[in-house]
């Protein structure tokens, strides 16, 4: 696969919003969260944490909002919210299953860099038959660092022994690909519905911008 001009040797993906049709998910999440509380959900509180894991979500929704649950229990009763709907109901978006089968059969090494938890991501991927299409997958937890760090990447190109420069993620908020981009990487901006208000600063940050990943077959 060329993009910008460069051959590209591996693909991280990200997976909510990019891979998995899941951001409707979180966003009923949080109004839930929020709304139980007597709240509405802040203006910038989706993207003050779309990047992080979620234990450093439930630290800054705590210590910001002045929650009164602990870290713990925060956690809890997101995953409680969301992990029937990762082992049972989210699926993929148009065209990723033809197109991992396609990277893979030009030898392109695949991984995913995800802030979501192992416990929601694994089963689900299990559940839609492309877990065995990657050679890693990793996140935010495991290099303790948020995707407006280059850390998560960085650790994720390694494992895949391929240079910044022959690597291209692929991400659908800005944070990433800001991220990826200033960093060397070849960075391919996702159009996802729930993040649409970022397509400027995705178009700005990124090689390549896509509406459906049949573009690339």
């Given amino acids: 696969m060329i993009i ?9 993906f990200d997976l909510d919003g990019t891979l998995i049709d899941s ?7 949080d109004k839930a969260f929020f709304a139980k509380r007597g709240m ?18 439930a630290i ?27 082992k049972e109901l989210i699926q993929l978006k148009p ?12 030898g392109i090494k695949l991984a995913i860099a995800t802030a ?34 280059v850390k998560l990447y960085d650790f994720v190109a390694n494992k895949l022994n391929c240079k910044r420069e022959e690597t291209a993620v ?17 960075s391919v901006a996702v159009y996802d519905e729930h993040s649409k208000k970022e397509d400027e600063l995705k178009r700005k940050f990124s090689h390549l911008f896509i509406y459906n990943f049949k573009e690339l077959l």
Wanted: overall charge negative.
């Fill in 4 to 12: 910008a001009n460069k051959q590209i040797k591996a693909v991280i």
């Fill in 23 to 29: 951001s409707n998910i979180w966003s009923e999440i």
């Fill in 40 to 57: 509405k959900i802040p203006k910038t509180y989706v993207d003050d944490i779309a990047h992080i894991g979620l234990k450093e979500a």
């Fill in 60 to 86: 800054y929704t705590k210590n910001t909002y002045n929650i009164k649950e602990s870290i713990e229990e925060i956690m809890d009763e997101w995953k409680q919210g969301t992990l029937k709907q990762y």
């Fill in 95 to 106: 065209h990723v299953y033809d197109l991992l089968v396609m990277l893979k059969n030009e």
């Fill in 116 to 149: 979501n938890s192992k416990e929601l991501y694994e089963p689900c991927l299990k559940r839609l038959n492309i877990y065995d299409f990657f050679d890693y997958i990793s996140d935010v937890d495991e290099v303790k660092a948020g995707k407006n760090s």
């Fill in 170 to 186: 692929f991400e659908d908020i800005s944070v990433g690909l800001k991220t990826a981009y200033e960093n060397g990487f070849i």
